[in-house]
């Protein structure tokens, strides 16, 4: 059953259960989709609104964008549970000869790749979603900010939570080449979206404080 | 519908449209439900494990608790929505007479006192969460403490998210009294939860990254 299907009693029922997967992965790009999808409400409530009229095609924009990446999260959660899975599978395999050692050593090589490539990717789309939380910030409708808020403190904590497991498989990563690319794209990406939250924070927080 | 039977999907599309409820505040309670969903898991992964059998009593308390909190959080999301639409019919309440205009005012701070006191539920569910995820790092199954700490990050996301929303209609609010109360609870709650968490991640980071 696709992710996105299960009833959200379902989907924590089966985070609950005593099996690996779903797991933080899977409930990180999760919750993703779901501060994007405030990100979206924001946008839809500042379009044909009187006094936002310059911004009109950019939240138009915003909305569209948002619903793909959106489903981009659901699709990354089920890919996390089946990387996992097939990571679980390879470190089963059998290891009595030369061969089945090095057969195994380059099936759990692959699966690990995997696995810390779909945080990776929820970590790029973080970075996306809290782009358009700068603008939501600074043009959206202001009666939201709150809602623009609460999206910055989830996509932060996604981040963080995608940034866990990213570093948790390439610890164990056997290509250093690799590993070093991945630790610069983990640093580059963290710096942006920690920079967008942090602006985004200090122009929501005079706003939404300092008025009525 | 109740909250928890929607898919994730008709979740994430309901927050998105242009209608003011589910908003920021229900999206919480929701990830705070996964948050727990997470720590269940662990315990879930701790009991009957050889080497743990001193915690076994206590990770089965978890197991209920966890379970009793998520129920309840899922409640606070439908609260926290009812709230929200309450607070907004009041201030379409007519206001010509000095009669409607008391009404009104007594109204208004009615649904501000509901709005205001969901948001502050979900801080104390948050509260109990983080208490409980700081034994399971201490003493939970150690294969599992990087959903540990991905239980860390969304609980202290979805404590900033209420926090917001409980300042939020506090500003609002017209008794001194009422109004103060709710600020001292807010910042001991809020000393406690980050206290948790950061022991907590002083205590993971430690053990994730320094060991195989």
Redesign the interface.
């Known amino acids: 059953m696709e992710?996105?299907?299960?009833?959200?009693?379902e989907?924590?029922?089966k985070?609950?259960?005593?099996t690996p997967t779903p797991?933080?992965?899977a409930?990180?790009a999760?919750?993703g989709?779901?501060?994007?999808?405030?990100a979206?409400?924001v946008a839809?409530?500042t379009?044909k609104k009187r006094g936002y009229e310059d911004v009109e095609a950019e939240m138009e924009r915003i909305?569209e964008d948002?619903?793909e990446l959106?489903e981009r999260l659901?699709i990354l959660a089920g890919r996390d549970m089946k990387a996992f899975e097939e990571l679980m599978n390879a470190r089963r395999l059998p290891e009595d000869s030369e061969e089945e050692r090095m057969l195994k050593r380059k099936k759990v090589e692959e699966a690990i790749l995997e696995a810390a490539s779909v945080p990776l990717d929820v970590i790029r789309a973080m970075n996306q979603l809290a782009r358009e939380l700068e603008i939501l910030a600074e043009f959206g409708n202001r009666n939201?900010f709150?809602?623009t808020?609460?999206?910055v403190?989830?996509c932060?904590?996604v981040y963080?939570?995608a940034k866990?497991?990213v570093?948790?498989n390439v610890?164990e990563m056997e290509n250093e080449k690799t590993r070093k690319e991945f630790l610069e794209e983990l640093e580059e990406l963290g710096s942006q979206i920690e920079g967008s939250c942090r602006r985004i924070r200090e122009m929501l927080e005079v706003r939404?404080?300092n008025s009525k």
């Open positions: 992710v996105e299907k299960m009833s959200l009693e989907f924590c029922g985070v609950a259960e005593k797991g933080g992965g409930v990180g999760v919750v989709a779901m501060a994007c999808a405030l979206e409400m839809n409530f379009r909305v948002m619903e959106r659901f939201l709150s809602d808020l609460n999206a403190d989830l932060e904590a963080r939570v866990v497991n570093l948790i610890k939404l404080w």
